[in-house]
């Protein structure tokens, strides 16, 4: 029974948002099966992964806490992967802008610097990580080097570059040996929102990032050519607009973001500068950019049940013994259904009548 | 004395580290010749290496461990296939799909294999050549995997040049819509290149987990997948130049391990990024130099028959 794909011409808007349901529907549905694999009643670990941690408020704070960072980079990434420009190394741009900002951290520890540190410390973050997202944007722009390579390996050497810093000129020398830099002043922490809990001012920053986001990208001239630049280039350049410019625009913009997050996360909850300071929050933005549809809204949506995947998979791991992994199995399916649903809603499957090869 | 045995161990771990390199480049330049960018390459690969260890540890058979291998990074290609091929979904963002589910499957399939040890697949020296000084057992002595990485080579190379299937395969990677009109099935010689691929990375994989490294620990693929794409781009889609690309960076791995054994005082962690800065210089360096010469003109553009 040979079937083919028919390209839409109008993709409907019901279909647009029914799409990530049915994709979170055929994760679970993998996700019993993996657990089922695995010896596990599915339905108590679907309890413990999806259910306890939305009825508990502590852990209902730390889903909004970890979400923020995937918020924030993957907002940033809709403006790349709108123009198609692949940045696949927030990653390494979360810890250069984290790196940036605790540096103004450290160089006024212990020093009677006022409440202007903070600020300045999310300022240098942003472009750290803005000017280390525009290194595979010059080298594609100049060179035409594929920026989803640089981009990627760019992250390692961010990564050893932290190392390096934490184990060596910025350790703690009174921490034991421990490679870890000092804990920030106070004056150098974001501020919690309550007495209580961890959610801290970080969260409102992201929410301003969304709905200025939303404004950029859907109402000013700025977001068309990203969206004209991204899905008909010929056209773009015909229009006046700078493809050059654009790239360096997406790349600066998902960078920056990213920065921003990074020095969020150290400056807040993580509280000073350690070897590992994400838990691959630059990689699983990239599915909540894709499960959100590009959209900064639906990336406020998506970026939730994300962080759900990393706090169900810590309680799973204390109470199920599972392995961590098992978030990042979740993760990719997600990704992978998310991307097979796009095309129930961006083409029609028809029979083919008669034998007809592809 | 830096005698020659050092010299000649030096030299084999060089070896071993372009073999992975060069298996997986290899498989992917074919999927890319087909016109399909498979970014999941570092997910295969590390699949393989875990299914690989995994099988060879539970039978005791390295042969049942590499071809549960190559079975596993195929099963994964086919994934990507899928998506990209019959769905057509976007090729970057269904293989970094895919990398992210490999990592996660084979850190479950690995969880209960952290800390034990294999014997490393044995050296198969070849009568007489091996004996030979310094190089003798650099190229004669080696294990059953770099081998055959050669004789992937010689195939990869001789069948896109000089067979039929290799000629159909890179008209369907340079113009899909043409082959399409001539009567080739377009999504079958992708999807076939593309499990070529994952076989590939997959064997590459078990040449990592029972060879170079006789063990299996989480993420230890460590970016190599990443940089086997790389190198596809370096060679401008020429097998011969995977081999030269594969041993340089091999090379580049293996000295700044031996840089960091002798504690100049540099970083150890500026030594460790030096396979990745090379990296990124050697593509800014083809680019430049070439200027997208030589990517088959339909790569990672999806193919949607329209009659």
Known sequence: ?358 | MLDTVMIGAVLASVVAAATTLLIASLGELVAERAGTLNLGVEGMMIIGAAVGYATAYSSGSLLLGTLAAVLAGMALSLVFATLTIWLAANQVASGLATTILGLGLAGLIGASFVGTRLDAAPALDIPGLSDLPILGKVAFGQDAFVYASVGLLVLVTWGLARTRIGLILRAVGESHAAAHALGHPVRKIRTLAVMFGGACAGLAGAHLSLAYTPFWASDMTAGRGWIALALVVFSAWKPLWLLAGAYLFGAVSILQLHVQGFGLGIPSQLLSSLPYLATVGALVLISAMKRGQGAPASLGVPFVPDR
Not at chain 1, 192 to 204: P, T
């Open chain 1, 1 to 358: 029974m040979p079937l083919k794909l028919e390209r839409q011409e109008n993709v409907p808007l019901a279909g647009l948002i029914a799409a990530p349901f049915v994709a979170l529907a055929v994760t679970l549905v993998v996700g019993a099966v993996m657990f089922l694999a695995m010896g596990q009643d599915p339905v108590e670990a679907f309890r413990i992964y999806f259910i306890d941690p939305l009825g508990d408020p502590y852990t209902l704070q730390e889903l909004v806490v970890k979400s923020c960072p995937l918020l924030l980079i993957g907002v940033g990434l809709a403006f790349c992967y709108r123009a198609n420009r692949w940045n696949i190394g927030a990653e390494g741009q979360y810890v250069v802008g984290a790196v940036f900002g605790s540096w103004l951290a450290l160089a006024t520890h212990g020093t009677e610097a006022g409440p202007w540190v903070l600020p300045a410390m999310l300022v240098l973050g942003a472009v750290g990580g803005a000017a280390y997202g525009l290194i595979p944007a010059f080298l594609r722009v100049r060179f035409g080097a594929s920026e989803i390579l640089t981009s990627l390996m760019l992250v390692y050497v961010a990564q050893l570059g932290l190392d390096y810093l934490v184990r060596g000129p910025w350790r703690d020398p009174a921490g034991f040996n421990f490679p870890q830099s000092v804990t920030f002043d106070a004056v150098a922490t974001v501020p919690l929102l309550f007495e209580e809990g961890r959610m801290h001012a970080g969260i409102v920053i992201a929410l301003v990032v969304v709905v200025v986001a939303t404004f950029v990208l859907g109402r000013t001239l700025v977001g068309f050519s990203i969206e004209l630049g991204g899905s008909a280039p010929r056209a773009a350049a015909f229009a006046g607009f700078d493809e050059r410019r654009v790239t360096y625009g997406v790349f600066a913009v998902s960078g920056g973001l990213a920065g921003l997050a990074g020095i969020i996360e150290v400056a807040g909850p993580i509280g000073n500068l350690q070897p590992s300071i994400s838990p691959g929050y630059g990689f699983t933005a990239i599915i909540a950019a894709m499960l959100g549809r590009l959209h900064p809204v639906g990336i406020l949506v998506s970026s939730f049940i994300l962080a759900l995947t990393y706090i169900g998979g810590e309680a799973a791991q204390i109470s199920l013994r599972m392995p961590f992994d098992v978030t990042r199995v979740f993760q990719g399916t997600l990704l992978i259904a998310i991307l097979a649903a796009d095309v129930l809603v961006r083409y029609r499957i028809r029979r083919v009548e008669g034998v007809r090869h592809a």
